[in-house]
C-alpha cells in the first residue's frame, strides 16, 4: 500500500477538487492552507521580490503537513514537493535557487518520495480561465505565460520522477472530477493505494 500520494498540476488545475472526490475513498486527505503563507500575496504583486520567501515557505508549509500526518492509513496532499521545485525551476535563480534544492534534499531525505504523484495537465487557456472565474484578488496578476513556464517546469520534473515514482497523468479538462464527465466514474481510483 502506498503512503502517500501528491497531485502536481499548474494553478486551477482541479488539484483541491480532485483530493476532495478521492478523500471519500481510502485516503486521508491533506489540503494546503495557501492563506498561510505570509508571502503569498506579496509574491503576485511582485514576483521579483517576493519569490525566494514564497517558495521556501511553501515547501516548508508541504514538508511539516507531511511529516506531522506520518500514519498507517495513506495520505493524499493536494500539493507535492515535486510542483514546489517546478516554481522553483520558474521563480529562483543563481545562489538562491542553489540553497532552495539543498533544502529539498535534506527534506526528501527524512520524508522520502511519494509513492505515487498525479500529475494534472490542462491548457494554458482553460487554467486563465478558472482563474479568472474562481476570482481571487491575489491571482489577477497570472499570465498566460507564466502559466506556460509552470507548465514546461511541471512536465520536466515529472518526467525525471517518473524514473523513481509512479506517476498517473489525468487531463482535467477532459474529465470533470465533479459530475463524472468525461470518465472520471469509470476510472479505478483503488489503483492509486496500491
Request: aromatic share 10%.
Given at each position: ?37 505570509p ?11 517576493y ?65 505515487r504523484?498525479?500529475?494534472?495537465v ?50 482535467s ?22
Amino acid at each position: 500500500m502506498l503512503n502517500r500520494v501528491e497531485i502536481c498540476g499548474n494553478i486551477a488545475s482541479g488539484k483541491t477538487t480532485l483530493c476532495q472526490v478521492l478523500s471519500k475513498r481510502k485516503f486521508l486527505p491533506i489540503f494546503e492552507d495557501f492563506q498561510t503563507n505570509p508571502f503569498f500575496e506579496d509574491f503576485y504583486n511582485d514576483p521579483i521580490t517576493y519569490s525566494f520567501e514564497t517558495e521556501i515557505t511553501f515547501l516548508l508549509q508541504h514538508y511539516h503537513q507531511i511529516k506531522k500526518n506520518k500514519i498507517n492509513t495513506p495520505i493524499l496532499c493536494d500539493y507535492s514537493l515535486l510542483l514546489d521545485m517546478a516554481y522553483a525551476d520558474v521563480n529562483l535563480s543563481g545562489n538562491r535557487l542553489k540553497v532552495f534544492f539543498d533544502v529539498v534534499e535534506e527534506l526528501q531525505h527524512e520524508i522520502g518520495l511519494p509513492g505515487r504523484i498525479i500529475h494534472l495537465v490542462c491548457s494554458e487557456e482553460v487554467l486563465l480561465q478558472r482563474i479568472i472565474d474562481r476570482n481571487r484578488e491575489a491571482e489577477t496578476s497570472i499570465t498566460i505565460d507564466y502559466l506556460k513556464a509552470l507548465n514546461k517546469a511541471i512536465s520536466a520534473r515529472v518526467k525525471n520522477i517518473s524514473r523513481q515514482t509512479l506517476v498517473t497523468t489525468i487531463d482535467s479538462h477532459a474529465i470533470n472530477f465533479t459530475s463524472g464527465i468525461g470518465g472520471i466514474g469509470n476510472f479505478d481510483f483503488d489503483d492509486l493505494t496500491g
